[in-house]
């Protein structure tokens, strides 16, 4: 496993065959997204969607947390700026934020959650961004925003009602509680519980699996799907018309077709001599 930034270790990235398993790596602050660790996710998310060998990835933390959201001395400094750059300063963060929760919500191909510990904050945003969250039975989930003075801003008030439901995310953003795995499971707040042994081994299998289909059909199905709540079915069947006609072209769907007739073509050639199918 490779620092995904040479001059950095806290993104950490290893591509084992068509998966890629991307590691939170500040353990010592439970894995808290401050700025430099922001940048190197983006650089990270950035080479896997480029990678055509990578086909799906796995997101996991490093030590006990997966990860415990913003970063403690980002929040300390903010109280030292002056009041008149608070604002700018915040609002520039932010952007930075969800740039990077955008490119990892939008990857062109399956990614999962391995959830090794507490997510909280960003870091539970981070999780629900992805397409599939497997959690060992070590995890917690919670939406701390609200016992900081703050609001979900890393997307969570747009992905935890799309899995739980609108009054169940207002019951979670409101107190900000914890959620154990089992529970998270039953709301559909996560998709699998597995053992802390064997959670990034079961997700990176799950991932292979996820990913063997055809590179442009699943990212194109995956960016329609992303948007089907907000479109009408005349949208969805527009853009799923376009998606369709470069599938046609693709190389993928051009082989697989040869392939299936070729198969008919020697099963009817077969049963013409009389030969068992």
Known sequence: MTPANPESDAILLEADGP?????????????AIDDAMRADLMAALDHVARTDSIKALVITGAGKGFC????????QARLSVPPGDVALNGWRRQQRTHHAISMLHALPKPTIAAVNGAATGLGCDVA??????IASEEARFAMTYILRGLIPDGGGMYFL???????????????????????ALRLGMID??????????DARTWAAEL???????????????DQ????????VFSMGSQAQAICYSSREHQDSVAAFLEGV?????????????
Do not use: H, W, Y
């Open 211 to 225: 990913g063997k289909g055809a590179p442009a059909a699943l990212a194109l199905s995956k960016t329609i799907l």
């Open 68 to 75: 415990a959201g913003g970063d403690v001395k980002s929040m």
């Open 265 to 277: 073509a020697q099963r009817r050639a077969a049963k013409e001599r009389g030969e068992a199918p």
């Open 192 to 201: 699998r519980v597995t053992t802390a042994g064997t959670l990034v081994e």
């Open 19 to 31: 998966v890629a398993t991307l590691t939170l790596n500040r353990p010592k602050a439970r894995n």
């Open 161 to 183: 009602p799309r899995r739980v439901g609108l009054p169940k995310a207002k019951e979670l953003i409101f107190t900000g509680r914890t959620v154990e795995p089992e529970e």
């Open 228 to 235: 089907t709540f907000e479109l009408s079915v005349e949208q």
């Open 128 to 133: 629900l961004c992805c397409d599939f969250i």
